[in-house]
């Protein structure tokens, strides 16, 4: 049976409710998110043993986290204490022609203090099979990209398949220049044999772009140039995928995906998205249904994307960051059910 852990940091999401501005709100809506503890929730929603490792503050709101994690499922005994607060970001939901905004406040975190030698990685990833982090992670510190270094080494000396969501956040990376950016993604990466990325992660990160400049008319044609780049790049790689979302306005997207190995090509049918509910941790439920089908569907790999794709989809009608869906649910959807019919 599959053992997957997840590491990284679960925050509180403060949001005005409804379509408020910040400058509106009287009060915030509360719940907790964050991409790793996004995906390792959809996993034990889909019926997977997970576990997400984090380090939290021994307080109240550490504990409210923790406990946020356990009504899940999720397997919370490996988290570490330590550190004065919880990460917090707010998000401003857009509608129409007004974008989503995000700001965060993460700085002096527990997960951005965390520092080497506060995990146990060997103990920690005993027994596992998948191991999941995203560019998010090291994005936050110098001390948390060397800790999230220190866990791929075990997890590919271990022989566990690692997985990454590259996630570039343009408001991290605060600590670093553009060069030494580079050399972290560029180590982490280099041990991961499943990836999640899109055009601007890889210009970013690797500046791969490319073949020809990106339009709307030769957009496939682009991403499968830079996922052939990212393969010779990385020789651990054994899969690739990203997700292609056109915004018609904040309300209404279109949204499909590719995976590709070395040697095939896998395209999902493209979904209309519309209208949009809560469109962050949509990537998320993206790799947390592509992990579920590729341990899932072992033979099928076109089965395993549709199947990511369409858990996303369902994660768009719903608020907050977490996909609180189950298989049956990616399914009917998968097999062509988009009717929204009353269940009774």
């Not at 997400?52 to 709101?61: K, M, Y």
């Not at 990836?195 to 339009?215: M, R, W």
Request: proline share 2%.
């Amino acid at each position: 049976m599959s053992k997957i852990v997840t590491f990284g940091e679960i925050m509180l999401r403060l949001s005005p409710p409804e379509f408020l501005r910040f400058s509106q709100a009287s009060h915030f809506d509360i719940e907790f998110g964050g991409g790793e503890s996004n995906v390792a929730i959809s996993l034990s929603k889909f019926g997977l043993s997970t576990e997400f490792i984090t380090r939290l503050p021994n307080n109240d709101i550490g504990d409210c986290a923790k406990m946020e994690l356990r009504k899940h499922g999720v397997g919370v005994d490996k988290i570490v204490y330590g550190g004065e607060r919880l990460g917090i970001y707010f998000l401003e939901t857009g509608a129409i022609s007004r974008g989503s905004k995000v700001v965060y406040d993460r700085a002096h975190s527990s997960m951005a203090t965390i520092q080497p030698g506060m995990i146990d990685w060997e103990k920690a990833l005993d027994g596992v099979t998948w191991f999941h982090w995203t560019g998010i992670t090291p994005a936050i510190s110098q001390s948390a990209a060397d800790v999230c270094l220190e866990a791929l080494k075990v997890a590919s000396a271990k022989g566990i398949t690692i997985s990454t969501d590259f996630n570039y956040r343009a408001k991290l990376w605060n600590y670093c220049d553009e060069n030494l950016r580079k050399n972290i993604m560029t180590e982490l990466s280099s041990y991961c044999n499943i990836i999640l990325c899109n055009q601007e992660d890889a210009a970013v990160f690797f500046g791969i772009h490319p073949a020809k400049s990106a339009t709307e008319t030769n957009r496939e044609n682009d991403i499968l140039s830079v996922i052939e780049q990212l393969f010779k790049k990385f020789p651990n790689a054994r899969k690739i995928a990203t997700t292609l979302r056109t915004s018609i306005s904040a309300s209404h997207n279109t949204w499909s995906a590719i995976l590709c190995d070395r040697e095939n090509t896998y395209k999902t049918k493209t979904h209309q998205l519309n209208p949009i509910v809560d469109r962050v941790g949509g990537g998320d439920s993206f790799m947390a249904g592509l992990i579920y089908g590729l341990n899932t569907y072992t033979d099928d790999y076109q089965k395993a994307v549709d199947f990511a794709v369409a858990a996303s989809c369902l994660k768009h009608s719903i608020k907050g960051d977490v996909n609180l869906v189950s298989v049956e649910e990616v399914t009917k959807l998968m097999e062509g059910d988009s009717s929204g019919k009353v269940a009774r």
